[in-house]
Each structure stands twice: as C-alpha cells, then as structure tokens.
C-alpha cells in the first residue's frame, strides 16, 4: 500500500491517488471484466495519467498495486486462468493527436539507442492499432491449443472453445511450422456485422450494444461457445509471444510475413516507415480514412522494426520502450443529457431528440441528438441529466450509445412521452405493435403542414427553390398556406411583405413556383408525400400506372401488383387517395396549372416503343433532348447515342451533323419531329390520358 503516512506527500495529493486508484480499479473492472465501460477511452486515459503524475512527483505514492503498475485488464471467476510465459504487455499511449507525437517518439527511440544526429533513419513497422480484444493463440505442433485473453497480463483467461468458433483463426497452421509458437493478436467485428447485429436485436426489441469492440471483447468472454459462433469475429495477428524450435525473423515486418505464411490474417493496411516524417505522414494519412475501413481502429501503432534494436531498448514497467500506440481523436465522449424534445415530422411521426451540453466529438462540436422513439430510450435507460455517451464516427450522425449509470446524479428522470402534440395540441398515439407514436392532427397541425410542404417543394420533388424552411414557417404560420394548391396562388405584394424578403427575392420565389409546374408524373407522386412513398416508388407506380388517374383509382390489390409494392405500401397509397381532402388538394394543384406528361401504363405499353431503339440529333423545334428521351423511355424505347445497324429511328432536327449522314448511309429512318410525335402517338395506347 502507499505509505500515506510519508510526510512529504501533501494530504490532498495521497488522497487523490488513493480515489483515483479506486475509480481507475472500477473501470478496469468494467472495461475488461464486464465488457460494459461508462466511461470513453479518452477519460480513462485522463485519469490514468493523472495518476501517473502524482506518482511520478510523489515517487512514495507509487503502491504496488496500483493500476499504474499492472498491465491492465483482470480476469473474470469463470474461465481457467492461463499462466502467459511470456508476459502480454500493452504498450505506452500517445494520447496527444497532432502528427507531432511521431517525431518526439522518434527523438526519444534515437536518444534511447544514443544515434549520432548525421545517423540514417530508424526504420519502423507502422500498423494499424485495431480496436478489440487481445488474444493470445499458442499453438503446438502447429496445432491451436490454448487461446487465451491478456487478463493481468501475467495471468489471462482460457478462452479456448470461444476461439475456435472464429472461422479466420486456423486450427492447423500451415507450412511448416515451428514446435511451438504463441501468435498475438486482436479479436474484432466489422463495421457492417456490428451495424446489422444491432438491427436484429432493435427488431428483436432486445438490449443494443455498444460498439464493435464490447461485441466483440463480450463474444469472445462468453460461458457458451455457441453464442461466440452466432458473431461474426474476425482476427489480425500483430506479434508473437513464447516460440520454441525456430528461429525468429530479424524484423517486425519479417515476423509478419512469416505469420500470413502460415496461413494467419495479418492486416495488409501496414508500412515501413523510415524516420518521424514518413511515421507522422502514415498517421495522417490513415487518419483521414479512417471512417472508410471496414472495422474500427483507435489509432496507429509504430513499432522499431528490427527485432534486435528492440531487444537493446528493452523494457520500462509495463511498456516496451520500442513501440507506441499513436491515437486518434476520440469518436465517442460523454456529456451531459440536459433535456428530451420532440419533434414532429411530415406523417405525425414523434421524434425525441436528446438536447445535450455541446461536445467535441469526431471532429465537430454535437448538441442535439435523435433518439428515434420511446423504446430506444428505455433500452438505453436513459434519464434526463444522465452523463451519456455521444458517438460520431466519420461523416456518421451522432448518436447516443451508451449511458454512465454510475453518474446518475439524484434528480435524473425519465423521459415520459408528452399526449398532446407539442405544436397543435392533437392527441398523441402509438398505435399496438408500432414503435413510432404519431400526432393525429394530421395536416390540422402546422408542424406537419410545414413538413409536408417542404417535401413538396423539395429539390427531388416539385423543386421551388427558395421555399425553404424560414419561408414556410412565415406561410403557414401567417395563415397564407394551408396547402400546397395555395402555393400557387401566392402573390408578390403578400411574399413582399414577409420578413427578410423584398421585391427581388419574392419574385425569384414566384418564378421558381411558376416554374415549378411543369413536371413530371413521378415527381409529382413523389411530392404528395404518402407515406412509404420514396422516389423509387413514386416512380414504380407512376410508371406502372401510366397517369394519375389511373393510380388515384387502383385499390389495394391493383398497387400490390406494382413491382416493389407490399400490402403495407399498396394500404397507405390507397389510404391517401381515400382521403377526400388528399383528393381535393390534388384538384387544386392541377386547377392551378401544375402538370406534367402522361403515358400508358407501362405494363401494356411495354411493347409501345419497346424492342425499338432511336438516336436522337440536332435541335427539334418545340421537343427538347430530354422531353424526347422522356417520351421514348416513358413508352419503353431506349436512346442510343450513336447510330448503328441496330438503330431503328434517328429524329434529326435543325444542324443535325454526322448522325444523320450515318443514317442515310446505313439506311435507317430518319424522322422530323412531327413524324416521330406520330410515331409515339400512333402506338400510345388507345385509354391513355394526355
Ligand atoms: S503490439 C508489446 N500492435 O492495443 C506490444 N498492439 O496496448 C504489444 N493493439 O490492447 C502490442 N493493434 O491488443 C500491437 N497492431 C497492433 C495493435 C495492438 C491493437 C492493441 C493491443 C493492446 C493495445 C496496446
């Protein structure tokens, strides 16, 4: 124990180390124990080296079990304990981002070794740091026998029958293999496996977990193999411990060779680096993909690659001296979850979002947080004024992962969904069986009005730019729009009058609306904002249907045929159209001038055009290119862009150059616009509206 009784040592400082030996101890058991930290890498680290300092400036503090003086990491009661011959060490953290840390670990290997300045450049293996679980494989005759976590780093845990269940991890190794040979290495889950675990276990309405590393380290530290085998685990060999009957390559990126050579996955993302700039350009440089690889890293490692210079630099406590784990910039930190809103969408959907204290995370600065629906707030248990993690990795939305129970400060609360919606007062309900609670105000409520209308005039829909946000607030709000149809029926005087407008913005408001009217079937279906209406479906349907007519009358059965269209689709589109109101607005808008150009129903007008293929040339008087291709396309001909033998039309318009001359050579038929509007009109389908 420390000798607290050392009159040098300050009562606050022995009191300090003595809580943060305590905290320290309850993260480790945590983190390596239950799989299950409450607090992000970057505080660990912070109160380690805390620790660390004190220790450093009052040396009488330093105990001998303190956390500073082990590995890391205890074994759990249930697994056999494996003794590590050699010990597994972890390696000393740069926890400082800027690629500056790679030169100052270069000055200290070159001080270390006492390198003149004019020496040549140390030579470094840099690596991947993966984040996982360290596993040691020892293999004996070439066959696996023992696998084993890092534990303590002396003693570990048997987690055998668990690692054999990883399909990547050989039982055999191949060629020809020494008597007996300690492979170490990480255990991680992908990205995607993660990612789609997860969404099998929402669905399943079951407890979500963290991130890949837990996953994985839990996978691995399971009493039922079984389990182990449903995970998708994957494995990358970094080094060796214990080898006996052979001898070891001179180097770091030998050694990895060797270990693919006997049929081990080592990660391929790796490099010799020679000196401080090649080490800080390969830190940058992974750091700036980072988000682009398949499985999570947390940092780069570089090691001395000449496995005798290692053996020179030796060891320090618990650290070899020859390597160091370069970190990146954490994608998770906790704060403080201040409060829960919510907020209404286009269809009445209810979402929650988390308001929290701003934090720097991931390389930007997050504050608000959707927290999707009810049940993903109590899977979280999440309380208002918790400490929660916050995640953002890569160019990903920020989400909440995780919750810091231990912080729970006395007047935390649960979140209770409100019964009246927070912008018009109508009911609140989740209906049996859904998870998504639902205003029931329908377009009465300003909030989905808004939405709604944003969705119509958005950029892959009726695309007025300029009706944004800010402008639809002041419409709705002010009174001058209740439905889309009334858009059109704005004037300059009353957009005018709005804030932060003026003459020159309204009019550029009222032409992008006027503008906006001509359409196309797709986008318009699009636009109405049905629910489970996607752009991909507007456009199934509106091509399957041919017009809109025909779509506004097809029951459910008849959408159902619609490639794509399930019944839960087939319901809410002919739901939509039931609605007299929908109906009324879709009147409106055609009343006011939006229109667009209608076919055939694709299924019969399959063979319209189809089978027929035209080029199209030169400048047709009232067509233009991509309203010919729209009508060829809409009746199931396709447009080449040059002419060959399999042309069947070319429709040549004024200044049409070599196309046409090919025609005439090959003997294709050439047609004006009028014969080619003949063409399409002749083979329209006799019930088709125009
Ligand atoms: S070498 C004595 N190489 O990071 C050196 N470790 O403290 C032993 N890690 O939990 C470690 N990727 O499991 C090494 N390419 C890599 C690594 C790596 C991840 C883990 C290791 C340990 C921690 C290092």
Redesign the pocket.
């Known amino acids: 124990m420390a000798t607290t009784a050392d009159a040098k040592v300050p009562a606050a400082a022995s009191r300090r180390a003595a809580q943060l030996r305590a905290e320290i101890a309850q993260h480790d058991r945590r983190y390596y124990e239950l799989d299950a930290p409450t607090i992000s890498d970057a505080e660990y680290d912070a109160l380690f080296r805390e620790l660390q300092a004190l220790e450093v400036a009052h040396p009488s503090l330093r105990a001998a079990d303190s956390p500073t003086q082990r590995v890391g990491g205890g074994r759990a009661a249930e697994f056999a304990p494996v003794a590590h011959r050699v010990p597994?060490?972890?390696?000393r953290?740069e926890t400082d981002t800027t690629a500056g840390a790679a030169a100052e670990f270069d000055a200290r290997i070159r001080r270390e070794l006492e390198l003149p300045a004019d020496a040549p450049a140390v030579v470094y293996m840099a690596?991947?740091?993966?984040?996982?679980?360290?596993i040691s494989l020892r293999y004996e005759g070439g066959a696996l026998g023992v696998a084993a976590t890092?534990g303590d780093g002396e003693t570990g845990e048997d987690v055998t029958a668990n690692v054999r269940r990883i399909p990547e991890i050989p039982a055999k190794l191949a060629g020809r293999p020494p008597r007996v040979l300690e492979v170490?290495?990480?255990v991680y889950m992908t990205r995607a496996d993660f990612a789609a675990l997860n969404e099998r276990q929402r669905a399943a309405g079951a407890r979500l977990f963290v991130n890949p590393r837990n996953t994985a380290a839990g996978a691995v530290r399971q009493l039922d193999p079984a389990i182990t085998g449903e995970r998708p685990l994957h494995f990358?060999a970094?080094?060796i411990g214990e080898a006996e009957g052979w001898e070891p390559p001179a180097t770091q990126s030998a050694l990895l060779r060797a270990l693919e050579g006997f049929g081990l996955p080592v990660?391929a993302d790796r490099r010799l680096a020679h000196g401080a700039a090649e080490l800080a350009a390969f830190y940058e440089q992974v750091r700036a993909r980072r988000a682009l690889l398949p499985f999570e890293?947390d940092g780069v490692?570089y090691?001395v690659d000449d496995l005798a210079l290692q053996r020179q630099l030796g060891f320090r406590t618990r650290?070899?001296r020859w390597?160091v784990?370069h970190k990146f910039p954490p994608e998770e930190m906790p704060t403080e979850l201040l409060a829960i809103d919510v907020q209404v969408g286009r269809t009445g959907a209810i979402t929650p979002v988390a308001r929290l204290a701003p934090v720097f995370v991931g390389g930007t600065t997050v504050t608000n947080v959707t927290l999707h629906n009810e049940d993903e707030i109590r899977r979280r248990d999440l309380h208002i004024g918790d400490t929660v993690i916050v995640r953002r990795a890569g160019d990903v939305i920020p989400q909440v992962v995780a919750v810091v129970v231990a912080k729970r400060p006395p007047h935390a609360r649960r979140f209770v969904m409100p019964t009246q919606c927070p912008e018009c007062g109508s009911a609140i309900a989740r209906l049996p069986g859904e998870v998504v609670a639902r205003c029931t105000g329908g377009l009465v409520c300003p909030a989905q009005r808004k939405q709604a209308l944003l969705h119509f005039a958005g950029r892959r829909a009726l695309d007025i730019e300029g009706l944004g946000d800010k402008l639809v607030d002041q419409l709705v709000d002010g009174g001058l729009v209740h439905t889309a149809a009334d858009v059109y029926r704005l004037e300059l005087p009353q957009l005018a009058a709005l804030e932060r407008m003026g003459e020159r913005s309204a009019a550029n408001v009222l032409a992008a609306i006027a503008k906006s009217r001509r359409t196309t079937l797709p986008r318009f279906v699009f636009a109405l904002g049905i629910r489970h209406v996607g752009e991909a479906t507007a456009k199934d349907l509106a091509q399957h249907f041919g017009s809109l007519a025909a779509l506004m009358d097809a029951d459910e059965a008849a959408l159902a045929e619609v490639h794509d269209v399930g019944p839960v689709v087939a319901a809410a589109v002919a739901r939509f159209f039931a609605e007299p109101h929908n109906r009324e607005v879709i009147a409106a808008l055609r009343a006011a001038g939006v229109h667009w150009t209608e076919g055939a129903p694709a299924r019969r007008a399959g063979g319209r055009l189809a089978g027929l293929t035209f080029v199209l040339t030169g400048t047709l008087p009232t067509l233009t290119r991509d309203g010919a291709r729209a009508l060829i396309e809409e009746a199931g001909g396709k447009v080449a862009g040059s002419v060959s033998k399999n042309t069947d039309y070319v429709v040549a318009g004024a200044d049409a150059g070599g196309k046409l001359a090919k025609a005439e050579a090959l003997g294709v038929a050439i047609l004006d616009e009028a014969g080619f509007r003949r063409l399409v009109d002749q083979r329209r389908a006799p019930d088709a509206e125009t």
């Open positions: 597994m060490l972890s390696i953290t690596e991947l740091k993966f984040d996982g679980l360290a890092r170490r290495g990480e990358f970094y080094g990660c890293i490692v090691k650290e070899p390597a784990a």
